[in-house]
C-alpha cells in the first residue's frame, strides 16, 4: 500500500531545518538533572536547566533510532512488529471515568472495570495491545498502577502498554512482571509490557518523572516510547506549520537522548497534536486538524525511518452519536491513508475522559475495516479475474462462481454491528441501534472464556507480596 502524502518534500524538509534552528538556538528547558548531563556529555550546550542541541548532535543521534519496534505479549501469538505489523490497533488510555454498563450514567473507574476491559480486549479481534483504559479510583494508597496492572494481567494475554508515576511506582510494577514472568531474566527475554510516557512537554520542557522513567527503560533495553502533545494556540503556535515545526523538534530531543543512553534504542514517533477550540480552549482530539497533523507526523517519521502511531480516531462526544462515528472514522483514515503504524483508538469518548464499552466493540469493528483497507488490492491474474469475466459474459451472474465462493468470507469485512438488512428485517430483529447492539455483544463476552489467565498459585504469591491489593475480579454485566 502507498501512502498519501499530506505535506510536499520540500515542506518535510522545511519542518526539519526549522526543529534544528529551534534545538541549536532555542533549546530545551530540562528540569531532570542526570537528563542534563547525558545531554552536555554528548556535545549539548547546558546552561542551568537551558539545554541547547547543536544541529550536528541531533544528526548524529537521530540516525541511530531502528526502523521497527516491536510489542512483546505474554502469548508470543500477540507479538507484534510496526510498521511490518500495522496498522496495530491500541485502546486509548487513562480516562478517569467510565459510562457504568448498567446504568449508563457516568461515573469514575475502578480496577474492577479494568478487569472487564481487559477482558474485552483479549476477546476483540481487531485490537492488536492492551493500554490500560482507565484509572482505578479504589487503588490502594502506594498502589496505583499496580491496582491497574494486576486485573490486566488476570485477563488479558495481548501486550500491555503501562505508564507509571514515580521511580518506587516502576520498580513495584516491574517485580510484578517478573513474578509473571517466572523472574527478570524469563521477564527480560520477552518483556511484554511497554511503557510510555510524555517526557516532553509542551513548549519544549522535559519533565522530571516521565525523563526518568524513559532513561531508565532505555538503559534496562526494556521497551519504552515517549509522545508529544503539542496544542496549537495553548502548548504551540496557532497554526499547523508552527505546530509541526514545534512538535516535530520535541520529537528529536526525546529521540535523541534515547540514543545517547543508549544507542540503538527502539522508539516510535508517537503523538497526540490537537488545535485548541480558541472559544473555550476546548482540547479537541476529535477535530479534524488532529488527522491532519497526525497525518504531517507520519509523513516526518518515514523521513526519518521511524515507526510512528498516536491518539487517533478519537471524539468529543460524549455519547455513541453521529458526531462520535464521524470524528472517529475521518481522522483515523485519514491517519491509516498518511502512513500511521500504531492507532491509539478504542473505546474513548468526551476527548479521552471517558471509556464506553459499546465505543470500544464499536472501534473493533472500525480496526477491522482499518485492517481491511491497509491489506489493498491483490493485483494477481486470478485477482484481476479477466478469465471470469470473459466466462461471465454480459449479462451473467457471478453469484454462483468458484471465484466468488471462495472470497465471500475474506474480500470484504463481514461486519457484525453495522446493520445491512433491509427495513422490515430491522425491525423484526427490534428495531434497534448500533449503541444497543454493542452492548449486547459486550454483555455476551463477559459471560465466555472468563477464567483469570493467572493460575491460583501465582495469584496468592502476588498477593501475599502486594499486601491489600484490590480483588481486580472480573463481575458479569447485569
Known amino acids: 500500500m502507498s501512502f498519501a502524502e499530506f505535506l510536499t518534500q520540500d515542506q518535510v524538509e522545511r519542518i526539519h531545518e526549522a526543529s534544528l534552528e529551534i534545538l541549536e538556538e532555542v533549546g530545551l528547558r530540562v528540569r531532570y538533572e542526570p537528563a542534563r548531563a547525558m545531554f552536555e556529555k554528548h556535545g ?4 542551568g536547566e537551558r539545554v541547547k542541541l547543536p544541529r550536528a548532535v541531533v544528526e548524529k543521534y537521530r540516525k541511530m533510532c531502528p526502523p521497527t519496534f516491536t510489542f512483546y505479549a505474554r502469548d508470543p501469538k500477540f507479538d507484534r512488529t510496526i510498521p511490518r ?38 476477546e476483540l479481534p481487531g485490537y492488536d495491545m492492551f493500554s490500560i483504559s482507565t484509572l482505578a479510583d479504589d487503588a490502594p494508597a502506594g498502589q496505583f498502577t499496580i491496582s491497574r496492572l494486576y486485573p490486566a494481567l488476570k485477563y488479558c494475554l495481548k501486550p500491555l502498554r503501562v505508564t507509571t508515576t514515580d521511580h518506587k511506582d516502576t520498580l513495584s510494577i516491574m517485580k510484578m512482571a517478573y513474578m509473571v514472568a517466572g523472574g527478570e531474566e524469563a521477564y527480560k527475554e520477552h518483556p511484554f509490557l511497554t511503557h510510555h510516557y510524555c517526557p516532553t512537554v509542551s513548549p519544549l520542557s522535559m519533565d522530571h518523572l516521565s525523563t526518568e522513567n524513559v532513561m531508565y527503560f532505555a538503559s534496562e533495553g526494556l521497551p519504552v516510547y515517549p509522545t508529544i502533545v503539542p496544542n496549537a494556540g495553548l502548548t504551540s503556535p496557532m497554526s499547523i506549520a508552527g505546530t509541526l515545526a514545534q512538535g516535530n523538534a520535541e520529537f528529536l530531543a526525546t529521540a535523541v ?15 497526540l497534536a490537537t488545535v485548541a477550540d480558541m472559544r473555550t480552549g476546548a ?16 509523513q516526518m517519521s518515514r523521513f526519518y525511518n521511524v515507526p510512528c502511531g498516536g491518539y487517533i480516531g478519537l471524539t468529543n462526544s460524549k455519547l455513541n452519536d453521529a458526531q462520535s462515528g464521524y470524528e472517529t472514522g475521518m481522522s483515523a483514515m485519514g491517519g491509516l491513508l498518511g502512513g500511521m503504524d500504531m492507532f491509539n483508538i478504542g473505546g474513548l469518548i468526551d476527548a479521552l475522559k471517558t471509556f464506553d464499552f459499546a465505543k ?12 481491511r483497507a491497509k491489506r489493498g488490492v491483490n493485483f494477481s491474474d486470478d485477482e484481476l479475474a479477466v478469465g471470469l469475466i470473459k466466462d461471465i459474459g454480459p449479462g451473467g451472474s457471478y453469484i454462483t462462481a468458484k471465484h466468488t465462493i471462495g472470497r465471500m468470507k475474506t474480500e470484504a469485512v463481514m461486519t457484525k454491528l453495522a446493520d445491512r438488512d433491509a427495513r ?19 454483555k455476551e463476552i463477559m459471560t465466555s472464556n472468563t477464567t483469570p489467565l493467572i493460575s491460583p498459585e501465582l495469584d496468592e504469591k502476588l498477593r501475599a507480596e502486594f499486601p491489600g491489593m484490590v480483588a481486580g475480579m472480573l463481575e458479569p454485566i447485569e
Not at 283 to 298: D, P, R
Not at 426 to 438: C, F, L, V, Y
Request: overall charge negative.
Open 424 to 442: 422490515t428485517i430491522w425491525e423484526k430483529k427490534g428495531s434497534t441501534d448500533i449503541q444497543a447492539r454493542a452492548m449486547k455483544k459486550v
Open 283 to 298: 482540547y479537541t482530539s476529535g477535530a479534524i486538524e488532529c488527522g491532519m497533523l497526525h497525518m504531517a507526523f507520519a
Open 257 to 271: 537522548l534515547m540514543q545517547m543512553v543508549k544507542e540503538g534504542t527502539p522508539t516510535i514517533y508517537a503523538t
Open 85 to 122: 505489523d500495522s496498522p496495530v490497533i491500541v485502546t486509548a488510555s487513562s480516562a478517569p471515568d467510565i459510562i457504568d454498563p448498567v446504568t449508563g450514567h457516568e461515573r469514575r473507574a475502578e480496577s474492577g472495570d479494568i478487569a472487564r476491559i481487559a477482558h474485552l480486549i483479549n
Open 44 to 47: 549539548c550546550l547546558v546552561d
Open 360 to 371: 470500544a466493540v464499536i472501534d473493533d469493528e472500525i480496526a477491522q475495516m482499518l485492517k
